[in-house]
């Protein structure tokens, strides 16, 4: 089974410096997504952005990118230019790419709190 | 668009009662996952339905049980409620893999 971990549950970053937030995972499989998810306090889960396994390029989405590390199992996100409105929880999550069973399940790590200073 | 719209948006059930929760999936989405996210901690996977069939299961017992209708709206009933079913209930939708999974503001559901 796969298992994802976030060391960090809670993190503080002042307005307009850079956060990262800490990802590692365990799974047998080759090929995956990984996901970063932030949750604001109306609940609902925002995707941040998407990594699929195969593509050693890291993604990049705005002020947010990844370093994944396939290797080292590890899938930090960054984020630049710290605004208020980035204060959330923040999820990484896995998934895996057996396309065979539609298989939409993620499996989330504990999260981590990110809180921004003004 | 609209995006995945759940109710209600909190309820209150007494241990032993059965509760039904609701999802309207975004449109064109044909399938949908439920998860539990206990205070404080990541959603676990519930189970998820493709085309009004369950199609996946986490480790969860029999008394969660779910629908999906031909328009992909969906249903998550537990029944037997027990105190460790309070948490948030959160419901996705999807087009095909690898679409990724659009999430509604959940259901707080506390079991007094």
């Known amino acids: 089974a796969q298992t994802v971990t976030q060391s960090q549950p809670e993190m503080s970053v002042q307005e307009a410096e850079t956060v990262t937030l800490s990802c590692t995972y365990d799974t047998s499989e080759s090929d995956y997504y990984l996901f970063w998810y932030k949750q604001p306090p109306s609940r609902q889960m925002i995707l941040v952005i998407r990594?699929?396994?195969?593509?050693?390029q890291n993604a990049t989405e705005n002020r947010f990118s990844v370093n994944f590390q396939k290797a080292a199992k590890s899938f930090s996100l960054k984020i630049s230019d710290s605004q208020l409105g980035d204060a959330a929880m923040y999820f990484c999550a896995y998934r895996s790419a057996d396309s065979g069973g539609s298989n939409y399940k993620l499996t989330f790590g504990k999260g981590t709190l990110l809180t921004v200073n003004p | 668009e609209t995006g995945v719209t759940q109710s209600p948006t909190h309820l209150i059930k007494t241990r032993g009662q059965q509760v039904t929760l609701r999802c309207s999936s975004q449109?064109?989405?044909?399938?949908v996952s439920w998860y539990q996210q206990a205070l404080g901690q990541g959603p676990q996977f519930i189970f998820q339905y493709y085309r009004e069939e369950e199609n996946g299961r986490g480790n969860f017992p029999p008394r969660f049980s779910g629908l999906q209708f031909p328009n992909y709206s969906s249903e998550l009933n537990v029944n037997a409620l027990e105190l460790d079913d309070s948490a948030l209930y959160l419901c996705a939708s999807s087009l095909a893999s690898p679409s990724p999974l659009h999430f509604g503001n959940g259901t707080r559901l506390t079991v007094t």
């Open positions: 449109s064109g989405h044909n399938t």
């Open positions: 990594q699929e396994a195969y593509k050693q």
